[in-house]
């Protein structure tokens, strides 16, 4: 894939998280391009999963802390984040990830990277990390929704 | 009156009865298209609209559609679709297998609210 095309895939996924969060959460969200290294395992606590199959298939993941995912999914419900259950927490940010896919994949559409997805899964874990048995094509993208972290990635298998 | 949300997220329903109970209508919920099915079987249950996901484990929403459509009892009650596909080939077989109105996820809370007026007037 050319740097272009890559350029061009972020735009519409930062695009897609923009427009799910200030629907669905109610709060804007920022890029923030200021640690530069896209490469570096990001830890977190709850990562929402959705394979996507293109021309390539891939793996489109957001990661977030345990407290940021308690913020995210309250604000999504209008909850108190003590009243959320665990279960609701990582549902919460496994349909924040499918929305991003659905939302990317209608700003992709009639592109070379218009794809398929599947059901979304959560993965979670205490400062869990992603670990690949080979190189592969990936990049990562941070975001912050007014105190939260999170981070965005798509990697290619 | 009752609306009927079928999706197999409990946040996207969570989600969805804010907006119902802003209407003053009552939700009741789903988690799949069989679970769907049970509620609508069960005579005491009027339901007014049926708000439905399309990607769900077990049935899906289409499979879902087109069953309620051939059974005489309850075809006659509007569904909305409300879910990520948003590809326009899928948009008409929604609409062809007999959705009335169709929300694309993400979705804000007025646009939902704005829809469901759209499909059956103003609460109660």
């Known amino acids: ?157 | 009156m009752k609306i009927l949300s079928v999706d197999d997220s409990v946040i996207i329903r969570k989600i969805i009865r804010n907006g119902v109970e802003l209407l003053d209508y009552e939700l009741v919920e789903a988690g799949d298209g069989l679970e769907a099915l049970d509620i609508l079987e069960q005579s005491s249950v009027d339901i007014s609209l049926i708000l439905l996901d399309w990607n769900m484990p077990g049935m899906d929403g289409f499979m879902f559609l087109q069953k309620v459509k051939e059974i005489a009892t309850i075809k006659h009650i509007p569904v909305m679709m409300v879910t990520t596909e948003s590809e326009g080939a899928n948009i008409i077989k929604a609409i062809q297998a007999g959705a009335i109105n169709y929300m694309v996820k993400p979705f804000s809370i007025e646009e939902l609210m704005k829809k469901i007026v759209e499909c059956i007037g103003e609460g109660v």
């Open chain 1, 1 to 157: 894939m050319k740097i272009s095309e890559y350029d061009f895939l972020q735009k519409c996924l930062a695009q897609a998280v923009f427009d799910v969060f200030e629907m669905m959460v109610g709060i804007a969200t920022c890029q923030d391009d200021t640690d530069g290294d896209n490469s570096q395992l990001r830890r977190g606590d709850i990562t929402g999963v959705m394979m996507i199959e293109g021309e390539r298939k891939a793996m489109l993941y957001l990661t977030l802390s345990q407290k940021n995912a308690e913020m995210i999914v309250s604000f999504m419900t209008g909850n108190d984040p003590h009243e959320l259950a665990e279960e609701e927490l990582h549902d919460g940010v496994a349909e924040l990830v499918n929305m991003i896919a659905g939302r990317a994949k209608a700003l992709l559409a009639g592109t070379s990277d218009h794809y398929m997805i599947t059901p979304p899964f959560t993965i979670v874990g205490s400062q869990h990390y992603i670990v690949y048995k080979k190189e592969v094509s990936k990049f990562i993208m941070k975001f912050t929704a007014g105190d939260a972290e999170l981070y965005l990635g798509i990697t290619y298998l």
